[in-house]
């Protein structure tokens, strides 16, 4: 398995309805990207100063369903459209998850 977690900061000209316009279409992506296994966009709540105004946290079964949703013509649109004329500024990383531990009650 494969995480990929990316904090986006948007510049002043993004406000609260742009952040939502495009959370709705990366939000869109698990129906046209079939390697996605688990996708979740958040939007910043705004509890501190100097947040990412957004998140997103997907899994991928290995580095080739990764590089599927990074290429995928569906994805780059939304980078280029929507993304990239506010984007401040993205910090991202990919991992291996490390397996659930157990819980003790």
Do not use: K, W
């Amino acid at each position: 398995m494969l995480r990929h977690v990316v904090l986006l900061r948007l510049d002043d000209g993004a406000d609260a309805a742009m952040v939502e316009r495009i959370a709705d279409a990366l939000r869109a992506l698990p129906d046209s990207v079939p390697s996605i296994r688990d996708y979740c966009v958040g939007v910043d709540q705004g509890l501190a100063e100097g947040n990412a105004q957004l998140s997103v946290v997907a899994l991928f079964d290995d580095e080739a369903g990764y590089a599927e949703y990074r290429d995928h013509p569906d994805h780059v649109a939304i980078i280029d459209r929507h993304i990239r004329p506010v984007l401040a500024g993205r910090m991202a990383t990919q991992y291996s998850p490390e397996p659930p531990r157990a819980t003790f009650a």
